[in-house]
């Protein structure tokens, strides 16, 4: 069970949470590795999520349609 954070609604047993993401920050990933006795850097990008809020099936389909 758990309470959806925008109807503040107690959900029912069983009731399937959906997580919706509100905020995300970009972020540099560093992989260090070495071969034949070199080392090596490898600088990925990509996002990881700063936010993200439970909501009902009710919420999260009338979020969505808004989108």
Do not use: A, H
């Not at 959906?18 to 034949?36: D, M, S």
């Not at 009902?56 to 009338?62: F, P, R, T």
Request: proline fraction near 3%; hydrophobic fraction near 20%.
């Amino acid at each position: 069970m758990f309470k959806c954070e925008r109807c503040n609604k107690i959900s029912e047993p069983n009731e399937k949470l959906n997580k919706l993401i509100t905020k995300t920050r970009p972020r540099e990933y560093v992989n260090k590795y070495y071969k034949k006795g070199q080392e090596y850097t490898k600088v990925t990008e990509g996002f990881e999520i700063e936010k993200e809020i439970n909501l009902c099936s009710k919420c999260y389909e009338e979020m969505k349609e808004n989108e």
